[in-house]
């Protein structure tokens, strides 16, 4: 059983900073890639971040480029997302997922190419 565990959200006003981290449990398993999406209430789930393990190389969506880095540990299975200069429409529930399959295409921006997932933790930014 593989578990996936979100930490680090909270309330802030904005402007203001937070840092989630991701940590994986359970059976063990070798990631290719992980990444950070985001869903508000009443819109769909959209991608935040991931970073590929073969080289470390993040990547983000054009809404937190700039404000949001993200950084882990492959060998520790472990992912962090800080955020910084954040702005209302950064409210959403923060979800972590990891990639244990090669693509093609090599690119993890869909949902859909992840099969672990965290619970979720919520993030609201006050303006």
């Known amino acids: 059983q593989v578990q996936l565990v979100e930490s680090g959200g909270g309330l802030v006003q904005a402007g203001g900073s937070l840092k989630l981290s991701c940590a994986a449990s359970?059976?063990?398993?070798?990631?290719?890639?992980m990444g950070w999406f985001r869903q508000a209430p009443g819109k769909e789930r959209e991608f935040v971040a991931y970073?590929?393990?073969?080289?470390?190389?993040?990547y983000y969506a054009d809404s937190v480029k700039g404000r949001f880095t993200i950084s882990g540990d492959n060998a520790k299975n472990t992912m962090f997302l800080q955020m910084n200069s954040l702005k209302p429409e950064d409210t959403a529930v923060y979800y972590c997922?990891?990639?244990?399959?090669?693509?093609?295409?090599?690119?993890?921006?869909?949902?859909?190419?992840?099969?672990?997932w965290g619970q979720g933790t919520q993030v609201t930014v006050s303006s």
């Open positions: 997922a990891a990639s244990i399959r090669e693509y093609f295409s090599r690119n993890y921006y869909s949902a859909s190419r992840y099969q672990y």
């Open positions: 359970g059976r063990t398993f070798n990631s290719v890639a």
């Open positions: 970073i590929k393990w073969s080289d470390y190389t993040p």
